[in-house]
């Protein structure tokens, strides 16, 4: 079964600080991976997505996520935190319905402190 | 172009009662999902359209149903509310490819009592 696992409930960040927030995924087959960030009260506002190429994939807002195949890791990351990044973010990978677009299975989501 | 539209933003049932949630997708978009996010959780696929048929469902009872219709705008139909049906309910648009993302809407938030 596909899934998605989010290690950290929270992560705390000084703003100008980088900060990682971690993804692993279980697929079978080629992973087609999204993160996606939510503000209290919000929908989901999409940040980036890996389908293929480059492992370094950029962003909105300066995010940037690094695949690795190896370690089933999609990894968030930005170099220089802001108070602003404060949020949920969630990641997810599609299920694959052998030809029509599946659904996204999502992680349960970190939440991200920045503090000034 | 105009993004995903969820109405209403936010209702009170009660349980046992029915409800009906609308979502109009964005243009171009001919699949349409639900997700429901429970507090403090990662949201739950419900089920999917595409071209007014359900091509997909997650592991909810039939008590959640739905529809599309030709204009690709959909329905979330929840029949016999339960104190745990209250959550955010998200419905999302594609164009309906493996490669792109799916845009959400805001959300209702739905409180049974």
């Known amino acids: 079964a596909q899934s998605v696992a989010q290690p950290e409930d929270q992560v705390n960040v000084a703003e100008g600080n980088p900060l990682t927030v971690k993804c692993t995924y279980s697929v079978s087959g080629n992973p087609y991976l999204f993160w996606y960030v939510q503000y209290p009260n919000r929908g989901l506002q999409f940040l980036l997505k890996?389908?293929?190429?480059?492992?370094l994939v950029k962003g909105s807002y300066g995010f940037e996520a690094e695949f690795n195949k190896s370690q089933t890791s999609f990894h968030l990351k930005k170099p220089s935190a802001l108070v602003s990044d404060s949020a949920l973010y969630f990641c997810a990978v599609r299920s694959y319905y052998g030809g029509s677009q599946g659904n996204l299975i999502f992680g349960k989501g970190t939440k991200l402190s920045v503090k000034p | 172009e105009t993004g995903v539209t969820q109405s209403p933003t936010h209702l009170i049932k009660t349980r046992g009662q029915q409800v009906t949630l609308r979502c109009s997708s964005q243009s171009g978009h001919n699949t349409v999902s639900w997700y429901q996010q429970a507090l403090g959780q990662g949201p739950q696929f419900i089920f999917q359209?595409?071209?007014?048929?359900?091509?997909g469902r997650g592991n909810f009872p039939p008590r959640f149903s739905g529809l599309q219709f030709p204009n690709y705008s959909s329905e979330l139909n929840v029949n016999a509310l339960e104190l745990d049906d209250s959550a955010l309910y998200l419905c999302?648009?594609?164009?309906?490819?493996?490669?792109?993302?799916?845009?959400f809407g805001s959300g209702t938030r739905l409180t049974v009592v």
């Open positions: 890996y389908i293929t190429g480059d492992n």
């Open positions: 359209y595409y071209r007014e048929e359900e091509n």
């Open positions: 999302a648009s594609s164009p309906g490819s493996q490669g792109t993302q799916p845009t």
